[in-house]
């Protein structure tokens, strides 16, 4: 019983399951990921260099590779918790942890440990919003408008969003862009929008008609025209855009929910209780004592 046979049998209950390396369609959306987190992190190197456009640009570059993995998984059937795990790694790092680097190094320095202390605020608020986001994914029964829209700001225009006054300052010059309080404020009033609940437009489950095919290759043409020879206003522009998008997309939300609403059939109502049936309304609120 307790001889080489057991001893074998034994080691093999024990050993632990081999890693089991992943398909080439999950392989793809991971290292796209890869290279946004590289993208992202080298924005910080920028930024220790002082090269704050170049920083932003590579910002940019990463949360454009981050709505590419997801498409591609999605498109790939190649999902997978490793992923997904990975992906929130790396949206935290570029969306959160680098930008507010980048904004402490520009301005927020002067103000010390008060300036760091608003770009903590802002990082940890990232991380909260990919949590909740994560754990939103398992949702088993979403409510009919959750695909059209994000609860709260997501993780890379929240990004976008913070750097905004470094880029009126590349823009437009010193003087106001880059005062300290206004970056406080900015990183502050997005950190907030990051962890809301208020709805913001996605879209992922936009379904494009082929009459809108052209219109929408004249706006890509323009809007590439515009980027490559002004973007930092282009930049700023958008990010107006999007803030003023917010009301709209609240309104938009809550006549959803209407229309889900009127739409829900009435519940049946009671039977009448037969006769000599005590019911509640016909039980006498009297008390007696033995």
Same mark, same amino acid.
């Given at each position: 019983?307790?001889?080489?046979?057991?001893?074998?049998?034994? &080691?093999? &209950?024990?050993?632990?399951?081999?890693?089991?390396?992943?398909?080439?369609?999950?392989?793809?959306?991971?290292?796209?990921?890869?290279?946004?987190?590289?993208?992202?992190?080298?924005?910080?190197?920028?930024?220790?260099?002082?090269? $704050?456009?170049?920083?932003?640009?590579?910002?940019?570059?990463?949360?454009?590779?981050?709505?590419?993995?997801?498409?591609?998984?999605?498109?790939?059937?190649?999902?997978?918790?490793?992923?997904?795990?990975?992906?929130?790694?790396?949206?935290?790092?570029?969306?959160?942890? *680098?930008?507010?680097?980048?904004?402490?190094?520009?301005?927020?320095?002067? $103000?010390?440990?008060?300036?760091?202390?608003?770009?903590?605020?802002?990082?940890?608020?990232?991380?909260?919003?990919?949590? &909740?986001?994560?754990?939103?994914?398992?949702?088993?029964?979403?409510?009919?408008?959750?695909?059209?829209?994000?609860? #709260?700001?997501?993780?890379?225009?929240?990004?976008?969003?913070?750097?905004?006054?470094?880029?009126?300052?590349?823009?437009? #010059?010193?003087?106001?862009?880059? &005062?300290?309080?206004?970056?406080?404020?900015?990183?502050?009033?997005?950190?907030?929008?990051?962890?809301?609940?208020?709805?913001?437009?996605?879209?992922?489950?936009?379904?494009?008609?082929?009459?809108?095919?052209?219109?929408?290759?004249?706006?890509?043409?323009?809007?590439?025209?515009?980027?490559?020879?002004?973007?930092?206003?282009?930049? *700023?522009?958008?990010?107006?855009?999007?803030?003023?998008?917010?009301?709209?997309? *609240? $309104?938009?939300?809550?006549?959803?929910?209407?229309?889900?609403?009127?739409?829900?059939?009435?519940?049946?109502?009671?039977?009448?209780?037969?006769? #000599?049936?005590?019911?509640?309304?016909?039980?006498?609120?009297?008390?007696?004592?033995?």
């Amino acid at each position: 019983m307790f001889g080489p046979a057991r001893f074998r049998r034994d &080691r093999l &209950r024990l050993r632990r399951p081999r890693f089991e390396p992943p398909t080439i369609n999950r392989l793809i959306p991971n290292v796209l990921t890869v290279l946004a987190l590289c993208a992202g992190f080298t924005g910080l190197r920028f930024g220790l260099m002082g090269r $704050w456009d170049l920083a932003i640009f590579a910002i940019l570059v990463a949360a454009i590779l981050d709505v590419l993995d997801g498409r591609l998984a999605r498109l790939l059937n190649g999902t997978s918790k490793f992923g997904a795990e990975l992906d929130s790694l790396s949206d935290f790092l570029c969306f959160g942890a *680098v930008p507010a680097m980048l904004v402490y190094l520009a301005t927020l320095h002067q $103000w010390g440990g008060l300036g760091w202390a608003f770009c903590l605020v802002f990082a940890v608020c990232c991380a909260l919003r990919l949590a &909740r986001f994560n754990t939103m994914i398992g949702d088993p029964n979403p409510p009919p408008w959750a695909g059209a829209y994000f609860v #709260g700001v997501p993780a890379p225009m929240g990004a976008f969003l913070g750097l905004l006054p470094m880029m009126g300052t590349i823009q437009f #010059g010193p003087g106001l862009f880059d &005062r300290p309080l206004l970056n406080a404020v900015v990183l502050l009033g997005v950190a907030a929008l990051m962890v809301s609940r208020i709805p913001t437009f996605s879209t992922k489950k936009v379904k494009l008609t082929p009459s809108m095919a052209l219109p929408i290759l004249l706006l890509s043409a323009l809007l590439v025209a515009a980027i490559a020879s002004e973007p930092f206003l282009t930049f *700023v522009i958008g990010g107006a855009l999007y803030l003023a998008s917010i009301p709209i997309s *609240v $309104w938009s939300q809550a006549q959803a929910r209407r229309a889900v609403i009127d739409d829900e059939p009435l519940p049946a109502p009671a039977l009448p209780a037969a006769s #000599g049936e005590v019911t509640p309304n016909s039980r006498s609120d009297t008390t007696t004592t033995a």
